[in-house]
């Protein structure tokens, strides 16, 4: 699988605990934001999204909060699990342009 | 129904070569797009397809690289000739019709690692 870069961010977090991962977008222009997780060896796997219009939406145990203002983007995962051990990217998209990625989140679940 | 497909899934080869990599789309998806994550990096946008037709090639690095999609199914990326910073792991992804203007779903493949030495 695909190695993780010895400098990505990392968040460890309990098994049961709830996990929150950060990002800061560029463009203030961006109308529509992607959590993507990529576990290793795989692709980057769609979890949740979220348009300008909205500051928060639910889906199951994961919560996407938008704050416009200071151009930030969170991913709430409730009672993480030792699946959910991955790298976590944001995607910011702006109508007309392909969609600018973050530099990634890893995310391990200690038992 | 078969995912994005990538083939290889890694390519060791020598600076100075040529590669080839490939992507197999979801089948109705006109849309397909490149993408590469270098180590430890975000993962950058190279170009987009539509249909057999390049939408968008904005993030080719430079000259070195070029993607065909011929008859609008699969595409290939070939590199020629290869170097270092050329390292890292290539994502396709393919979406239904309505361009990147839209919010369709971007499904991404598993991604070719591809090693330059």
């Known amino acids: 699988g695909e190695s993780v870069g010895l400098h990505l961010p990392t968040l460890s977090v309990q098994e049961g605990d709830n996990s929150i991962i950060n990002c800061a977008y560029s463009?203030?222009?961006?109308?529509?934001f992607i959590w993507y997780k990529q576990e290793s060896g795989k692709g980057p796997q769609f979890i949740i999204d979220i348009r300008s219009n909205m500051d928060k939406r639910q889906g199951q145990r994961v919560t996407v909060l938008l704050n416009k203002t200071v151009k930030h983007l969170s991913l709430q995962i409730a009672a993480t699990q030792p699946g959910d051990s991955a790298v976590y990217f944001c995607a910011e998209h702006h109508y007309g342009q392909n969609f600018v990625f973050g530099p990634g989140t890893r995310l391990s679940v200690l038992p | 129904e078969a995912g994005v497909t990538q083939f290889p899934s890694h390519s060791v080869i020598e600076k100075g070569q040529t590669v080839t990599l490939r992507c197999d789309p979801i089948?109705?998806?006109?849309?397909l797009y490149w993408y590469r994550r270098v180590m430890g990096k975000e993962i950058k946008f190279l170009l987009h397809f539509v249909k057999e037709s390049k939408q968008d090639e904005s993030g080719m690095p430079n000259n070195r690289f070029l993607a065909e999609r011929t008859g609008g199914t699969y595409s290939t990326l070939k590199v020629q000739p290869a170097e270092l910073e050329d390292s890292g792991v290539y994502f396709c992804a393919s979406s239904l019709p309505g361009g990147a203007s839209s919010y369709n779903e971007q499904f991404f493949g598993p991604g070719t690692r591809l090693t330059v030495l």
């Open positions: 463009n203030s222009a961006s109308d529509y």
């Open positions: 089948s109705g998806h006109d849309n």
